[in-house]
């Protein structure tokens, strides 16, 4: 029997991160394999602004306390930067990356180096109080934690990538590309439980995502992208599902976007009755960088149709006018969203593809390739860390 150490973050399923070690471990356990989760606990300094990427890195040198029994362990797996502590330690390590820190870091730009309509939405933004500033302070932090990431991914046994996108960030940071396995992301049985609608909703629009609560976040997930959209179609339904605690957000959201419904924070089990009942409607994936996406393939699951930027997993498994487009700009979004909702034929194709393309990343084929992961790596003996580089 394999025993697996899973190492997590203080947050249980807030993050994607979490929702995938919750999935995996599931299905581990289904296989016989024994997995242990560790969350770390003692915060080991209170950092100001600039140095709260540090403070979340020495964070997991709690995990110390549990060093015994991680250490009778097979392996032990985290997320991205989260094993640091025990690469020094006799017993092989993976880091699981859904997304990077260098990806963020490269695909944001600053609020004045954006076109004048996502310029203005931002700087909406701002004056409504939604958000308290244009661009982030200081990046320090982030770039902290994607240094990190970059150390621990050079030195982990196994790299595990989620999609091609997350694959091409390793090799930019010099992870040897014998050590990177491409292994998708999954979503949960639960999704295919109920199939979506027989009948086309009428046309719409819709979001699904973490939006998160700063402007950094907006700015990632494509918000400002997203308002131009939706104000290119007012007499258009619009739903808007989202992960977020901030209400100014929603509520300037139903007010000022015409026919427009905000739906923030629900439970899962509500996310998929909405979905489904909006099957041949049009998902808008209008990030600027994702590591997988998992609301594509949920949005995928219902029926909806994928009009996505060339982010995470879509460029792998969206064929444009078969199962849904990839985009560009925000341009030929709207080129193409007009094209989707004035042809019924078209939405009932692409709807259901979309659907079957969605059964490729159900669980049980994840967990026996971290299965086969886990086997190959225990029967190689341990590689030496390389050099760290620098570039």
């Excluded at 025990?86 to 820190?101: K, N, Q, Y």
């Excluded at 963020?104 to 004056?127: G, M, N, Q």
């Excluded at 629900?266 to 209008?286: E, H, Y």
């Excluded at 609301?295 to 078969?322: C, D, H, K, Y």
Aim: overall charge positive; some cysteine; proline content about 5%.
């Amino acid at each position: 029997m394999l025993t697996i150490a899973y190492i997590h973050n203080e947050n249980r399923l807030q993050t994607g991160a979490h929702y995938i070690n919750e999935l995996i471990s599931t299905k581990l356990r289904e296989r016989g394999v024994e997995v242990k989760h560790f969350y770390p606990s003692v915060p080991l300094i209170e950092a100001p602004i600039k140095l709260k990427g540090l403070s979340n890195i020495l964070f997991f040198y709690s995990l110390l306390e549990h060093r015994n029994e991680i250490l009778k362990c097979d392996l032990i797996q985290g997320t991205t930067y989260t094993p640091l502590t025990f690469l020094a330690f006799p017993i092989p390590v993976i880091s699981h990356f859904g997304s990077t820190t260098y990806g963020f870091l490269e695909a944001v730009p600053r609020s004045a180096k954006l076109p004048d309509d996502l310029k203005e939405v931002i700087h909406t933004l701002r004056k409504l109080g939604v958000v308290k500033e244009i661009d982030f302070k200081s990046a320090r932090p982030l770039q902290d934690i994607s240094e990190i990431e970059k150390y621990v991914a050079q030195r982990a046994d196994a790299v595990i990538a989620t999609s091609r996108v997350v694959e091409e960030d390793l090799k930019r940071m010099h992870v040897p590309a014998e050590r990177i396995h491409l292994i998708h992301n999954a979503i949960e049985d639960f999704w295919y439980e109920k199939k979506p609608s027989k009948s086309l909703a009428e046309p719409g629009l819709l979001f699904l995502g973490r939006l998160g609560n700063d402007v950094f976040n907006y700015k990632l997930k494509g918000l400002d992208r997203l308002i131009s959209i939706y104000r290119a179609f007012p007499n258009t339904p619009k739903s808007t599902i989202a992960i977020s605690i901030n209400e100014k957000l929603s509520r300037w959201m139903d007010r000022d976007i015409p026919k427009h419904q905000a739906m923030f924070n629900l439970p899962k089990d509500a996310i998929r009755d909405v979905l489904s009942s909006r099957r041949g409607q049009i998902f808008l994936n209008t990030s600027r960088y994702e590591g997988f996406s998992l609301s594509l393939v949920e949005a995928m699951s219902q029926g909806v149709i994928p009009v996505s930027f060339p982010v995470g997993v879509a460029p792998e498994i969206v064929r444009n006018g078969e199962n849904g487009f990839i985009v560009e700009d925000h341009a030929a979004a709207i080129k193409i969203v007009k094209k989707i909702l004035a042809d019924d034929t078209l939405r009932e194709q692409l709807s259901r593809a979309a659907y079957e393309t969605s059964l490729a990343f159900k669980a049980d084929q994840i967990a026996d390739e971290f299965i086969k992961l886990y086997k190959d790596i225990l029967a190689k003996p341990r590689t030496t860390p390389i050099t760290l580089r620098k570039f």
